[in-house]
């Protein structure tokens, strides 16, 4: 397991001692765009201690002692953040008896410009041309510098160069949202980049997300034809001046090497046109052309909520095979996202092309599950030894052909993606489960490219609202993704339409064919599910209420849709997507009605956002949520007697609530029954999927659960494992099982949706869970089974480091608990009474019958 942040063991700890504040969701508080952020910090303390007590220090001056034992987004305790403003940040605590404790190491924050008229620059673009531009301007620093900040964005993506530097690290800024309404900047600290004299910024444009070809409509220009820059640069001199450089008509406009670049069909460069030294000061500029004012309301300007997608690891090929006439054939191990870096020496040929696939046919890159993709970049070699790397593109690949180099590449895949914090680890004792949820880890690092896609190769990559929906909750688990998701609901509102239609992607782009045109059941359903994993995943209830008008409009939708009996069959329905039996091209005709999964879906939102509006103080909205969800219900059970007769429907049915409790055993044992009737192989898809295992294991038929888990044969999750997958595949069967690829048109060998099982691998393999939002109870419930001998998982929580590790021998098992500084864990462990104990390690050994694999596990 890698290397887990952790608190020190907390027997050493007699005086508590608090971590540096933590603002909002962000790792680098620089240009936020809260004025007023909450805050958190963990505390190391020894065992039995408790917060009741915190005090905290902003720009130096203690804000008083607050009577509170929480520490997790605890509300900003001075005056309001203005624009540009900066404040160091400490807090101390204290328990019930004892001195304070010493105050914690410092943290800082520091607005962004938050409100239009802080701009003084104008968004900016070339009077004339269609190739990627390059912008430029020269001025001079009057003063030595004390401090520089430069706010950046684009229409188009872009990278800003100063004086020849690279600014920040960020990949494909700003992003991609719902560009007409929300438009993300960024801030840099660029105080070591500037020269006391003369200097020179320079941005270079793409078209990404805001010009380029989009979704497989086959659309361009979706959001506008004019790439565009606004940069404002802020420097504040040693005299105390201040002197602002911003985008406006001054600047020139030229190109370079860049000749397109597209996200599906990859970068075309060409070094021998690329014009050295075009962003330091001194070049010479007189041939470049003259930019213009492009109108755009700054009142859409946003800060980021969450991290940009950066460069996050670099991986060397494991294999490198010579395919004759220049050309050669890299296999990286493991199907990831991003780019190649090559090195390029003299005597390479006059254009080095690289392609790439996720999978192999015949020896030979696979190419038609990229569809319309072209996937392939381009590079023209200038003079001399160059290293190489595409800046404004991505690809979805585990191969890759180069052909062009005059020998063996000097090769590696920058893998790409939001960079987002890992938070949660899972090992066991079967090494295909391990991978599995290896694979799972990978496919939400891949997936997650600004937006939570639904594939990184083909030309799609869109936000499906279904896809994030399902997997939110094992997102949540593996990686702090509150502020990513919080920016991704905002445009989610946004986009929404008048009458509370979610769109099936946001940011939503035309999908043709009228397809989601009306609500669609579990896709629209995002705008209600997705919030309310971040309440029991963060404890952040602004959150809840910030997305409320959103939810209550889709639900409101909803109820509308509804027939006179409650059951929902109008419209369009996707329903159990990708269900396994579902023809290759045809994977919305699943086995189970769509109007059960519709139905099944508007139950258990209309019941969660009743638990909401109580939440938030809308009592009267509660009582008609209340009553919306029991008329859904009753209706399903009058309409579906049989819960449509599939693992979907009756899983959905338990797992909703839909189910009387008289009815439950007769439910269960009929899913358990077509659940050994398939053989224990999978028969559920995208609405299935999420909810059978927990079905199987909560009504008795635990054994029946784990060996859904562990089957190995078609369809099953480790079926890909035992074919050599490194990330989650789109279809069960994306790889048949005579090895060829799945004739489907839409077959991707990375996608999130199914990997959704991790949750139930976290919750009930290992058994850790959240007890209560944000992890401020932690439920230990862990289910032997399956023929495993240990499993163990760690999750950072708000509070800190959270652990269960068990280990079984013979009949008895060993049960290691770790719960942090603030919390305390729930136990539920099987031959073992309820157990509640307070903060720190534990340990407990209770009975466990030995079982096979294949055995029915009886407690």
């Known amino acids: 397991m890698p290397h887990v942040p952790h608190v020190r063991s907390t027997a050493q700890w007699h005086v508590p001692f608090p971590s540096a504040p933590v603002v909002e969701h962000h790792r680098t508080p620089l240009g936020i765009g809260e004025p007023e952020p909450r805050l958190s910090w963990t505390t190391a303390a020894e065992a039995g201690w408790v917060q009741r007590a915190y005090e905290v220090e902003v720009g130096g001056e203690p804000t008083g002692w607050v009577e509170s034992d929480g520490s997790s987004l605890v509300p900003w305790p001075a005056g309001p953040l203005g624009s540009r403003d ?7 605590v204290r328990g019930d008896e004892g001195p304070p404790s010493p105050w914690s190491a410092p943290s800082f924050v520091e607005a962004g410009l938050l409100r239009p008229s802080d701009w003084v620059a104008r968004m900016v673009s070339p009077v004339a041309g269609r190739r990627p531009p390059l912008l430029r301007r020269e001025f001079a620093v009057r003063a030595p510098i004390v401090r520089a900040r430069l706010y950046t964005t684009a229409q188009g993506v872009h990278e800003v160069l100063l004086n020849g530097s690279r600014v920040g690290d960020e990949v494909l800024a700003p992003g991609w949202t719902s560009y007409r309404r929300r438009l993300r900047y960024r801030t840099h600290d ?3 980049l500037l020269r006391h004299g003369r200097n020179a910024l320079g941005v270079a444009l793409a078209d990404g997300w805001y010009r380029g070809r989009l979704g497989f409509s086959g659309r361009r220009a979706l959001y506008g034809d004019r790439l565009a820059a606004l940069v404002q640069l802020e420097v504040v001199g040693e005299d105390g001046s201040r002197q602002v450089v911003g985008t406006d008509e001054r600047w020139r406009a030229g190109t370079g090497g860049l000749v397109s670049a597209g996200l599906y069909d990859g970068e075309h460069f060409d070094a021998r046109r690329h014009p050295g030294g075009w962003a330091e000061p001194g070049f010479d500029d007189s041939g470049w052309g003259a930019v213009e004012v ?3 309301d700054l009142a859409t300007l946003v800060a980021p909520t969450g991290p940009p997608v950066r460069r996050t690891e670099l991986l060397r090929p494991v294999a490198v095979t010579s395919l004759g006439r220049g050309r050669h054939l890299l296999d990286f191990g493991q199907n990831l996202v991003g780019r190649l870096r090559l090195r390029v020496d003299e005597g390479a040929a006059r254009e080095v092309v690289v392609r790439h696939a996720e999978v192999l046919e015949d020896g030979e890159l696979c190419t038609r599950t990229l569809r319309g993709a072209r996937a392939t970049d381009r590079y023209a070699p200038g003079a001399g030894t160059a290293v190489w790397e595409p800046s404004f593109t991505y690809h979805g690949f585990r191969y890759a052909e180069v052909t062009g180099l005059s020998g063996a590449p000097d090769v590696v895949a920058a893998v790409c993606g939001t960079d987002l914090r890992r938070t949660g680890w899972f090992r066991c004792s079967d090494p295909d489960l391990e991978r599995l949820h290896e694979n799972v880890v990978w496919s939400a690092r891949g997936n997650w490219v600004d937006v939570p896609t639904d594939c990184p190769q083909r030309d799609e990559r869109l936000g499906w609202t279904g896809d994030v929906q399902v997997f939110a909750p094992a997102a949540a688990f593996l990686h702090d993704c509150a502020g990513a998701l919080v920016s991704w609901l905002a445009d989610l509102a946004v986009d929404q339409a008048e009458d509370g239609t979610v769109p099936l992607v946001v940011p939503s782009v035309p999908l043709g064919s009228g397809v989601g045109d009306g609500p669609v059941a579990l896709w629209g359903d995002a705008a209600v599910l997705v919030p309310w994993v971040l309440w029991e995943r963060f404890g952040d209830l602004e959150v809840l209420r910030s997305s409320y008008p959103s939810a209550r409009a889709w639900v409101g939708r909803v109820e509308r849709a509804l027939d006179e009996d409650g059951v929902w069959r109008r419209g369009f329905q996707f329903g159990d997507w990708l269900d396994p039996a579902a023809p290759p091209d045809r994977p919305h005709e699943a086995r189970t009605d769509p109007a059960v999964v519709a139905t099944a879906y508007a139950a258990r939102s209309a ?13 009267g909205d509660a009582v008609r949520l209340r009553a919306l969800a ?4 009753a209706g399903f059970a009058r309409a579906f007697p049989d819960q449509g007769g599939t693992q979907t429907g009756l899983a959905l049915a338990l797992r909703f609530g839909l189910v009387p409790a008289r009815e439950r055993a007769r439910v ?16 559920t898809g995208f609405a299935g999927t999420p909810v059978v295992l927990d079905a199987l294991a909560d009504n008795g038929y635990l054994d029946d659960a784990y060996l859904l888990l562990t089957q190995r044969e078609c369809p099953s999750w480790l079926y890909a494992v035992e074919r050599g997958a490194t990330t989650v595949w789109e279809r069960w069967d994306a790889l048949l099982p005579d090895g060829r690829v799945n004739p489907g048109e839409m077959t991707s060998f990375n996608h999130f949706a199914l990997g959704s099982v991790a949750d139930w691998m976290h919750r009930a393999v290992a058994g850790l869970a959240p007890g209560a939002p944000g992890y401020r109870v932690i439920r230990v419930a862990p289910r032997f089974g399956g023929g495993l001998v240990s499993a163990e998982a760690e999750h950072l929580t708000p509070y800190g480091r959270a652990r269960v590790a068990w280990r079984r021998s013979g009949e008895r098992a060993v049960v290691d608990v770790v719960a942090p500084t603030g919390t305390r864990a729930v136990l539920d462990l099987p031959g073992a009474p309820p157990q509640e104990v307070g903060p720190g390690r534990h340990r407990f050994t209770v009975p466990c019958r030995a079982v096979r694999a294949d055995a029915v596990h009886v407690w």
């Open 630 to 633: 029991r008329r859904v219900t």
């Open 190 to 192: 660029v105080t070591g």
């Open 607 to 619: 019941r969660v956002l009743a638990q909401v509006a109580d939440l938030i103080g809308a009592p």
């Open 86 to 92: 900066r404040r160091e940040l400490r807090v101390r």
């Open 668 to 683: 269960a044992r009929r899913l358990a029954g077509l659940v050994r009737a398939e053989g224990h192989r999978v028969g």
């Open 294 to 296: 492009v109108e755009r």
